[in-house]
């Protein structure tokens, strides 16, 4: 397979953040009518029938003795824990101060890949990310609050489990893509989450009422982010270095103040703009350093 060009991936990240970020949204519509445990199995049970559907396309693994560890713990990283953690810290935190926490992910991750995969942390990485972090604390603490949150506390720790769970499946898939296509990855991940979500559905009954906001929530949790932004993720995964790919991370508190403003009709304030735009501005200099990594 042809490698792609550094600038057609640096595109696709940015559309998978961007789409990201619209999910934090989703799933505060998707409660308006279902419980945690349903949305999240909806978010790999789409996915799911989409892989087996194209089973034909990627059944043929490459598989070497131990891979099944590494596959194992990527699927553990996530979906599951990355999802369980995400999907209920929405129910008890805020979109703002989640996007502090979330604003870890590429500190975590880049420490990671250096520890686990020898990945170097360049001048230029240390100082993007630097920029990146700050800006994305600036834009989420002086976010507006959300009256919808009964426990902060429990919401963020909820949150920074999910930062650390991504972290290590971006290490993961970085190591096993190395001989597995995206394709596969991707479906092995959507599979065996909704294998371990399935018990999930029989925990609580289904809603008498399903709203069309809530409805859409799930469908664009379910179909945009479990397919759509997971396939242009490993893809991504496959051709760069772990910390800079996780660094387009700090994109989604951006992307989700900009769809509350689309979407909710929420304000922005000179000090959020001011975060977001250290944040494109840390995004902008690790991209242009940004080196193609093919697989082997």
């Known amino acids: 397979m042809k490698t792609p060009s550094t600038r057609l991936i640096l595109c696709l990240l940015v559309f998978c953040f961007a789409m990201w970020g619209g999910g934090i949204i989703a799933v505060k519509f998707a409660y308006g009518s279902f419980t945690g445990g349903q949305i999240v199995f909806a978010r790999v049970g789409f996915a799911a029938l989409f892989y ?3 089973w034909r396309r990627w059944a043929r693994l490459p598989y070497e003795r131990g891979d099944w560890f590494y596959l194992a ?3 553990a990283f996530e979906p599951c824990l990355f999802f369980l953690c995400e999907t209920f810290s929405m129910k008890y935190t805020t979109a703002a101060q989640g996007g502090v926490i979330a604003g870890c992910l590429p ?10 995969l020898k990945e170097r942390l360049t001048k230029r990485t240390i100082v993007a990310i630097g920029l990146a972090v700050l800006g994305v604390g600036i834009s989420s603490y002086f976010a507006p ?5 009964p426990d902060p506390l429990l919401g963020n720790l909820l949150m920074l489990g999910a930062v650390l769970a991504s972290s290590g499946y971006a290490v993961c898939v ?5 001989r597995y296509s995206f394709l596969a990855i991707s479906a092995i991940q959507a599979i065996g989450g909704a294998v371990v979500f399935l018990p999930l559905l029989f925990l609580d009954p289904l809603p008498a009422e399903i709203s069309s906001q809530a409805l859409g929530g799930l469908l664009y949790m379910g179909v945009i982010v479990g397919i759509a932004v997971y396939l242009c993720f490993n ?5 760069l270095e772990a910390g800079v790919v996780t660094l387009f991370g700090n994109l989604i508190p951006v992307f989700t103040l900009f769809f509350a403003w689309l979407i ?3 304000q922005f304030t000179l000090p959020q703009l001011c975060g977001v735009g250290l944040t494109l501005l840390g ?13 082997d």
Do not use: Q
């Not at 500190?107 to 686990?116: L, R």
């Not at 970085?174 to 190395?178: D, F, M, T």
């Open 145 to 149: 609050g959300d009256d919808r949150a």
């Open 264 to 266: 909710l009709s929420e």
């Open 107 to 116: 500190i975590c991750t880049a420490i990671a890949a250096w520890i686990f």
């Open 52 to 54: 087996l559907l194209l």
């Open 73 to 75: 713990l990527m699927v």
């Open 235 to 239: 893809f991504s995964l496959k051709y």
């Open 283 to 295: 995004v902008l200099l690790a991209s242009t350093g940004a080196k193609e990594s093919p697989a």
């Open 174 to 178: 970085r190591y096993i893509s190395r």
